[in-house]
């Protein structure tokens, strides 16, 4: 049930991204060479939405969908570790023309080029697995 629940999320998720044009090549172009606030739009909307969501699960102590308690864990401090992730996110977005989300929607759009950056991203992920336990968090 929480599969199915899940993948309908995701189809929900996909929809908004490609209706708002979040998932647009072009778009995320504008956003790079700051022609247009759109992406900035989206992702301010996105950012003060979470910060108001979690202030409400904090305060009124929120439980999960499966009722489980949501739990927020202080992170460390480390600007250098998270200004290299961000630098090299922003590179592979840049490239790409799509950060995580938008890839998936990408090739339910029928973008099948989209394929070979899910592929580097799955490396990716395979690749930092490999050396997570050598990586400092």
Partial sequence: ?????????GIVFGITMFKSEAASWFRIYEMFKFDA???YGIIGTAVVLGVIIVA????????SFYGEPIVFEPKEKRFWG???G???????WALAG????????????????????IAFAILGTFVYGL????LPH
């Fill in 1 to 9: 049930m929480r599969t199915l629940s899940y993948l309908l999320i």
């Fill in 37 to 39: 606030f759109h992406m």
């Fill in 56 to 63: 409400a699960i904090k305060k009124f102590k929120i439980k």
């Fill in 82 to 84: 998270y200004a290299l």
């Fill in 86 to 92: 961000g630098v090299l996110f922003g590179l592979g």
């Fill in 98 to 117: 799509a950060c995580p989300g938008p890839m998936f929607t990408l090739v339910g759009a029928g973008f099948l080029p989209i394929l070979v950056v």
């Fill in 131 to 134: 050396l997570r336990d050598k």
